[in-house]
């Protein structure tokens, strides 16, 4: 017979899941919310790292690329002093800390401005290496840390120059509320800048003293402990297909001091696509963040319920099994055994026949055919079970559906009342504070770059010219759909890109951001600088709805929408719909975040409970200065707590997935039993029958190789030697007797 076969197989792997359900059952569904930390606050130190990291590479290749975009224009146009660079460069950018300029041949400083550049650090002989010119982690003598980046001024007839700026590494706008620290750290785990610990002369009492070093001392251990993390293949670090973050990311476990437990979440600087290295990712830096919370372990299983439901199934299964095994499968191998011993000539005991179903029916009709075959009358009525195999089968089902249902849809279901860690809700807050930030600073940058273009452009440059350095600048700046040049008529001069969508025949608004709506179609993003000297003319950049859309993708947020000052939708990191109104709460929320506390508005988190459903919310207002601020956006995010990590979360989703564990195992054994044993078994039933009742043409064929198959071979059989009988009496011209016919089939 088949390996796979017959009516045992199903069975026998019934019998082994449900054993294996049950164990699972007993020795997971107690210990979720074991540990000292719910596990949604470790993956939210985690994503706060990554959020540290994404906003500390954004912004240091943003001002690598500004410098070395910034150069090569100057060195496109006319020659220029030093001072006028340096000038030129501060009016426009104010994110380096110093900045130099240096003859390259000679060594000596042609001009400076802000503080100190260490430019004896620089060896003037490499330059001319390909990675010459790459940024470099300058030490300096008071122990901070600087990241030097030079780019070559170049002019014909003139020696070379070297543009050489210093930039702290400090974070761009990260939210840490009011007990988290974050520290950028080298490949070695030497914290190289922190923030977030008091430092020594804002230290106002002994307490505050010796909390500050033991904070210190437990970011220093992590940052270590994080360096060593952070060294491995990113590839190796997660689960195959988990996608999320591109680099070295976790959590990290720290001690308790005075009730209070230690948090860390780290994250290696990496770039925006797998495998691409960007001249920030190359540096070897990682973020660590620390934070403190109150040690609480929640514990809301029960070891005793998991013991009751593994017992439940037990006994369930038992019956189920033992059902399946008394009804369906020695029935049914008791007819293969007597179809056999019909086949084998032995015809002088009646049929053992089955009490109901289509054993009973299959049974009547071997003994029918075993009395045609000795010749005797055929007196026996013919059987009709009330019960069939399907309806046992069905009712096997039932049984295990008593077990799987009420774990599915009833026991242990986290209510309106579950307990969510208020650090998640923070988490939310200051989470979207960052994003909103990131936000505003890409459409500051976007704007400081138009700006720089049209103090490069100047009023003596051709407009060939002018398309050559839009066509650059699109290269460089991915944020961009369409750059173009307006007179002060409205009339584009030169352009790049994709279409003009600014109102024609009017001439450059004096707003340096604004939102078109674009006939409702889509919101179009428009930046405008002016263009000295050229009489009002500007350059006008749109930027694209997707890039703002790809600064929102954050994991652990859940949906991010930015809305205007009417708070209609313009970005999000999931589907929506350009200009739409947001949820109901959601709409207030952001509405009241936008509500001035002191000078400004702040921003706020709420939890959010409404019957069983639980939701994390979070929004931010446009906070800081630059030419967005003027937009009055908001970004908000939410997100239902029954996706994070939380205690009693696990606990409900556990018991749902033993339950559905128990339906998959009830369905895949009970239909395999079904298709190859239950169904043929009813054919074979009307099969059988219809021999009894003289149908000696219809040849029976076995669908499978196994026990019915057995039977349906055997009564082939009874009906090739019926046909022999039939045909041998005709030729006799008369009837065998009881006797004779015993005989012959003997």
Known sequence: ?????????????????????????????????????????????????????????????????????????????????????????GNVYQKWRGSAVLEITSGKLLAARGESVPVTAIDRSELAREDGLRPRLIRLDNGETRLLTLALLSWEGRPQELLVTTSSLKFPGVSLGKFR????????GTVLSSDGILAPEQILSDTVKEASAASREQLDDFAKAAARKASRDPSTTKEPGSGGYLGVSGSLLGDTVQGDRALAGYASLTGSQPGEFTPASELGLNVVTLVHITDEGVHVASLAFGLLAAGALLLIGGLTVALLLGTVQRPIVRLFLESRRLTRGDLTRPVTVPRFGEGARIGTSLERLRRQLLGQDDDVPAARGRFGARSLVAISGALLLVWCIPLVLFVNRAGGDVTVPQQMVSDQRERTDTLADRLRRALNEGHADLTAVGTLVGDRTEPGQITEVLDRTMAEHPRYDALYVLDENGKVVARSGGDVHSPSGKGPSDKPLRVLDDAGKKPVII??????????????????????NSLLKRPGLGTVRVVDSDRKVIAGNSGYREFQKLPGRIDELADATNQKVGMAAKPSGVLYRDGAAVQLAGAAPFAGGGAAKELNWTVVSWQPASGLAIPAYQYQNRTVLAGLLGITAAAACLGWLHIVVVRPLRELARQAEALAGGDRRTVLYPRHHDEVGAVARSLELVRQQLQGQRHQQRRQGGAPSATAGAGRNQ
């Open 1 to 89: 017979m088949s390996l796979l076969g017959g009516i045992r197989p199903p069975i026998a792997l019934l019998s082994v899941l449900l054993l294996a359900l049950a164990g699972i059952t007993a020795l997971t569904m107690g210990r979720s919310g074991d540990g000292p930390v719910p596990k949604a606050v470790l993956q939210s130190q985690q994503h706060f790292a990554e959020d540290g990291a994404v906003a500390l590479r954004a912004s240091l290749d943003e001002s690598i690329t500004d410098l070395n975009r910034t150069a090569s224009l100057f060195s496109a146009g006319r020659p220029v002093s030093a001072d006028t660079v340096l000038d030129k460069v």
């Open 181 to 188: 620290a974050i520290a950028v750290v080298d490949a070695k």
């Open 527 to 548: 930046g405008t600088a002016e263009i000295p000297g050229r009489d009002g003319a500007a350059v006008v950049g749109e930027f694209r709805v997707d890039f703002l």
